[in-house]
């Protein structure tokens, strides 16, 4: 069965480095995704990702964060300068675009800790 | 997006029928009502969606009645493996809208 694969499963840093988290969205889907998840709390939406540019993105994702598709395969998101409150796990997803359904399959996560 | 309401948690013993209510009482036409299910340090996980009846799949089955404000989450016959958390959504990506909101979903311990 296809699947979202994410690396790295976990990515500690210091605070203020860049961190890249790097996805492989399923090979036919068009729209990607990045959520993340704070230790106990919900599973909250960050972007979306469609035909090279954002679609949508919550007031989470502000200019600390970036995507980019680099090539045919990899999704990545970057996080510039980070905090100890960006500790969380970073969830990828993608969808086909079917609409009225869109059904996302997400990977396994990168756990992010920023000492 | 529609607002769900679920129970937090809810406990069962192996072997046993699950049921987990979601009520979406201001649920649009367009929408859809779709289950994922999360292990712990892991993604959501799709189960199953449903526009209005009855669903079924090699997992679970989806009930809908007819006016659509709330569903119901089958698992038959739980094991171990099946303590996660379910979250129930509704929405319309025909809305222009492609993120999901997930809410605080049931904590299913399944007890041997």
């Known amino acids: 069965e296809p699947e979202v694969t994410q690396t790295p499963s976990h990515q500690v840093t210091q605070m203020g480095q860049e961190v890249i988290l790097r996805c492989v969205p399923i090979?036919?889907?068009?729209?990607f995704y990045w959520y993340r998840q704070i230790l106990g709390q919900k599973v909250e939406f960050l972007v979306s990702f469609y035909n090279n540019e954002i679609s949508e993105k919550s007031e989470i994702f502000d200019d600390q964060f970036s995507v980019e598709r680099p090539d045919g395969s990899n999704f990545t998101l970057k996080i510039r300068s980070t905090k100890l409150e960006d500790s969380a796990m970073y969830f990828c997803?993608?969808?086909?675009?079917?609409?009225?359904?869109?059904?996302?399959?997400f990977g396994a996560g990168t756990r992010l800790s920023v000492l | 997006l529609a607002k769900t309401t679920q129970p937090i948690s809810m406990d069962s013993y192996e072997g046993q029928e699950v049921n987990i209510t979601c009520s979406h009482n201001n649920i649009a036409t367009n929408d859809y009502i779709t289950w994922y299910q999360q292990f712990p340090s892991q993604g959501p996980r799709f189960i199953i969606q449903?526009?209005?009846t009855k669903v079924t799949n090699e997992v679970a089955s989806l009930f809908i009645p007819a006016d659509r404000k709330s569903s119901t989450l089958s698992l038959p016959r739980v094991s171990l493996s099946d303590t996660a958390v379910y979250y129930c959504?509704?929405?319309?990506?025909?809305?222009?809208?492609?993120?999901?909101?997930f809410g605080k979903g049931t904590k299913l311990s399944v007890i041997p």
């Open positions: 449903g526009y209005k």
């Open positions: 959504l509704v929405g319309d990506s025909g809305a222009g809208s492609y993120q999901l909101t």
């Open positions: 090979s036919n889907h068009l729209y």
């Open positions: 997803a993608s969808s086909e675009l079917i609409r009225a359904k869109n059904i996302q399959y």
